[in-house]
């Protein structure tokens, strides 16, 4: 048998994971000049107009979240969430915290909005998520503030808790769209998703970034002001849709995300996350190659000083740990500052 260049490689230990690797790779990246968003090839089929009505009529008896207050949003009765019939901004800007891949070289265009229809007990967020703090914008608002990102150079419009607003986030897309936005848009969510409202962003959203922060019913009712046990399973079952829509990550040649999914999870004291639960249902039920940031940062904030076991930061072994388990549960995509965390962590215990 002829010795092949690839046959070569393929008898050199652990090989055969780097092959994986690189072809992976090479597919997921595309050609910046070739890409256009999702959402002008449905306004291009006639399908975006009809969207923003959809989303809208939701509004009349509110059931953009798993609440379903079925308030009159466009009357201005408010729910569970006290958001009006507009959308409340708190800020907007580039962002450089985010993952690597939304943040490149000149930011995630982050528009951060307020209010929130599940508002965890440790939200980092809380004066705009529980307090409500921010203005009330126009939808032509809301477009002027996506074209202003693009303009100033961000490589998406980064949209911070958006499922009570997403009507008024696809009717400032189309109008931002007509005057030139071309950036994709990013949905961050806490994954408290209706899957029939994810539906409808079909077409339009091209990254999709939730939380899936609890695997059992019984912690995600104790930590979030909504108390919702459905918790895990809605989350789950929105982003298998989301997963449905835009597949794995797919990056430009400078390994900026233009689509795909991103699943964040916060690791939590005393495995209150659930994170070993998290990393085998994500590569059991979505892909071993889905991205996925396993974050270090939880921080005592808010109320949750009030709740023992969540009254401390994480201890170095509980993200080792959690990394480990995702590390065996066969996860290939693991975000960089992750991994970067895990070997600072090791370092610790020495
Ligand atoms: S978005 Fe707000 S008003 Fe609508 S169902 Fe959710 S919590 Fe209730």
């Given at each position: 048998?002829?010795?092949?260049?690839?046959?070569?490689?393929?008898?050199l230990?652990g090989?055969?994971?780097?092959?994986d690797?690189?072809?992976r790779?090479?597919?997921?990246?595309v050609?910046?000049?070739?890409?256009?968003?999702?959402?002008?090839k449905?306004e291009?089929?006639?399908?975006?107009?009809?969207?923003?009505e959809?989303?809208?009529?939701?509004?009349?008896a509110?059931?953009?979240?798993p609440?379903?207050?079925g308030?009159?949003?466009?009357?201005d009765?408010?729910g569970?969430c006290?958001?009006p019939?507009k959308?409340?901004?708190?800020?907007?800007?580039?962002?450089?915290?985010?993952?690597?891949?939304?943040?490149g070289a000149?930011?995630?265009?982050?528009?951060?909005f307020?209010?929130?229809g599940?508002r965890?007990?440790?939200c980092?967020?809380?004066?705009?998520?529980?307090?409500?703090?921010?203005?009330?914008?126009?939808?032509?608002n809301?477009?002027?503030m996506?074209?202003?990102?693009q303009?100033i150079g961000?490589?998406?419009?980064n949209?911070v808790?958006?499922t009570?607003?997403?009507?008024?986030?696809?009717?400032?897309?189309?109008?931002?769209?007509?005057k030139?936005?071309?950036l994709?848009l990013c949905?961050?969510?806490?994954?408290?998703?209706?899957?029939?409202?994810?539906?409808?962003?079909?077409?339009?959203?091209?990254?999709?970034l939730?939380?899936?922060?609890?695997?059992d019913g019984?912690?995600?009712?104790?930590?979030?002001?909504?108390?919702?046990s459905?918790?895990?399973e809605t989350?789950?079952?929105a982003?298998?849709?989301?997963h449905?829509?835009?597949?794995?990550?797919?990056?430009?040649?400078?390994?900026i995300?233009?689509?795909?999914?991103?699943?964040?999870?916060?690791?939590?004291?005393n495995?209150?996350?659930g994170?070993?639960?998290?990393?085998?249902?994500v590569?059991?039920?979505?892909?071993?190659?889905t991205y996925v940031?396993?974050?270090?940062?939880y921080?005592?904030?808010h109320?949750?000083f009030?709740?023992e076991?969540?009254?401390?930061?994480?201890?170095?072994e509980?993200?080792v740990?959690a990394m480990?388990?995702a590390?065996a549960a066969g996860?290939?995509?693991?975000?960089?500052?992750?991994?970067?965390?895990?070997e600072?962590?090791?370092?610790r215990?020495?």
């Amino acid at each position: 048998m002829a010795v092949t260049r690839r046959r070569f490689i393929l008898s050199l230990p652990g090989a055969a994971l780097l092959l994986d690797a690189c072809a992976r790779s090479d597919q997921s990246r595309v050609d910046p000049e070739s890409w256009e968003p999702a959402y002008l090839k449905l306004e291009a089929e006639g399908g975006f107009a009809d969207r923003i009505e959809e989303a809208y009529s939701i509004l009349e008896a509110c059931e953009l979240c798993p609440n379903r207050c079925g308030v009159n949003r466009r009357e201005d009765q408010r729910g569970f969430c006290r958001a009006p019939e507009k959308a409340v901004v708190y800020s907007f800007h580039p962002h450089f915290g985010e993952e690597l891949p939304l943040v490149g070289a000149d930011g995630s265009g982050t528009i951060f909005f307020s209010n929130c229809g599940l508002r965890c007990v440790f939200c980092q967020n809380w004066p705009l998520a529980h307090e409500g703090l921010g203005w009330e914008v126009s939808d032509e608002n809301l477009a002027w503030m996506m074209l202003e990102l693009q303009r100033i150079g961000c490589h998406n419009i980064n949209l911070v808790t958006p499922t009570h607003v997403m009507p008024n986030i696809v009717a400032a897309t189309r109008i931002a769209m007509e005057k030139g936005l071309r950036l994709p848009l990013c949905y961050n969510t806490s994954g408290y998703e209706r899957v029939e409202n994810v539906r409808l962003l079909d077409g339009i959203v091209d990254i999709y970034l939730p939380d899936l922060k609890f695997m059992d019913g019984a912690e995600a009712r104790r930590y979030n002001l909504a108390e919702a046990s459905d918790y895990p399973e809605t989350a789950r079952k929105a982003i298998i849709e989301m997963h449905r829509q835009v597949g794995d990550l797919i990056q430009d040649e400078r390994g900026i995300a233009l689509r795909g999914l991103m699943v964040r999870h916060l690791v939590m004291p005393n495995r209150v996350a659930g994170t070993r639960a998290f990393v085998e249902w994500v590569a059991e039920n979505l892909s071993p190659n889905t991205y996925v940031n396993i974050m270090a940062q939880y921080r005592v904030e808010h109320r949750a000083f009030e709740y023992e076991r969540i009254a401390r930061a994480i201890t170095p072994e509980e993200f080792v740990e959690a990394m480990e388990w995702a590390q065996a549960a066969g996860l290939t995509n693991l975000d960089q500052r992750s991994l970067a965390n895990l070997e600072v962590y090791r370092q610790r215990l020495g």
